[in-house]
Every structure is written in structure tokens, then in C-alpha cells.
């Protein structure tokens, strides 16, 4: 098969995983790269564009591909300013899954996060739930929206923080059995893994909470 595909957000921890997954792929031919900083990488397959994440929408011409995949995504810490941080966490996967609806493109995917909702106090989970409200108002025939608990894996930026509650999760994890499963840290190729099969598979959920997300990755 030579299908095309998009990333949105290649150059994160997740985003550069599914790069080497899809360029490994015999199924896709061309890889588009939608990014704010060029890659380090070079590779046939690829296809980058450089620019202001923030005005996708310009793009539109070059936005076609048979499936698009959104691993943008910005922390309290690196981003303090709530307007800025609503405008790349919730502008940049609406704007793509509008491009997607423009363009006819039939399967898109977007990483959210485990606890995601508009109703939430919390400025990053309601952000994220109006996000993810946004996108499915698009239709895209093939939406899948996956919502990860906190995600493992050593990141090339220094985020004390995040990496002091991974060390606390590693231990955690073997404790949360039953419903306390979808609480467990998650790997980033797990996600990866995941999001790939879904491309190519046919599946039912739309949003795909962490502990499923684990569930399909054992079982590709």
C-alpha cells in the first residue's frame, strides 16, 4: 500500500516514535511533517514543512494525506500563558481535524489525555475535553481519540516535574489493578504502536482511554 500520512508534532517524544514506526512501514509511502523546528532526520519518505504551527490553516493545499496524526501538545511549565497554551493545545488539533473535514481526509487521530473534560476546574483537563468536543464536531468519518495516563519515557527537554511523578509511577503501577488500570503510566511506543494499528484497522471507540490503549498494543 502507498499511503501518505501527516504529523502533526514530530519532533515530541511521542510524535518522533511514530515518525520512525510509519518510516519503517511498508504501508506508507510518504510521510508529511508538519512542524514548528526542522527534524534531525532525513529519510526518502519524509516530506517536511517548516513553519508557524499556529497558522496551519495556510497550509491547506499541502494538508492531503489518507491519514493525520496530532501529537501536539505543551506543558503548564514550558507554556505559563493560558492563551497561548489554549492556542496550541486546543487550536492546533481542531485546526488540523478542520483541514481534514476541508480536505476529505477520512481518518484522524489526536492525543489527548486521561481525564480530559469541559465540565473540569482544571484548566489543562477542560481545555483538553473542548478540544476534544471541537474535533468530533469535524465528522471525520475515522476519529480516534486517545486519552493516556501520564506518559512515560526520557524526553531530550528537562521537565523536573513530570519526571519526578514518573519515578513515583513506576512502583505505583504494579498496584493498580481493576479500574485503577487505565491510571498506570504509559509508554510512548505503546501509544505509537496503537495509533499505527488504528490507522489501518477498523475499530469501534472513538475515545480510547489508557488502559485500552495498552489492551490493542499487546495484542498487535
Known sequence: MNKTAIIIGATGLTGGMLLELLLESDTYETVKVFTRKPLKKQHDKIKEYVMDLLD???YQ???KADVVFCCVGTTAAKTPDK???RKIDYGIPVAAASL???NDINTFMVISALGANVNSRVFYNRTKGEMEEAVLQCRIPRTFILQPSLIGGDREEKRTGEYLAKQLMKPMNWFMIGPLKKY????PKTIVKTMVW????DYEMTRIESDIIQEIAKGI
Open 198 to 201: 488504528l490507522a489501518d484497522n
Open 83 to 85: 492563551e497561548i497554551y
Open 100 to 102: 481534514c473535514q476541508k
Open 61 to 63: 493545499d499541502d494538508f
Open 184 to 187: 498506570r503510566s504509559i509508554h
Open 56 to 58: 496551519l490553516e495556510s
